[in-house]
């Protein structure tokens, strides 16, 4: 007696286990890229052209202390 339901084909030989196409999942990032998604943005709403030098050099010394 067969205890697993439709594991025997009509045939009587056993079946095999249907392969399913895989799902493409969405890469989940990692640690580090979220860190580093945050440091990019920062940089993206930052005016540059409303900074003198020594404000540029601190802000960049910070992002590059917060990068992994």
Avoid: C, W, Y
């Amino acid at each position: 007696m067969n205890l697993e339901a439709n594991e025997l084909d009509v045939t009587g030989k056993p079946k095999f286990a249907r392969h399913l196409p895989s799902r493409k999942a969405a890469p989940q990032p990692t640690l580090f890229e979220a860190a580093n998604d945050a440091v990019v943005d920062e940089l993206r709403n930052l005016d540059a052209d409303g900074l003198n030098g020594e404000q540029a050099a601190d802000i960049l010394q910070r992002l590059k202390a917060r990068l992994m």
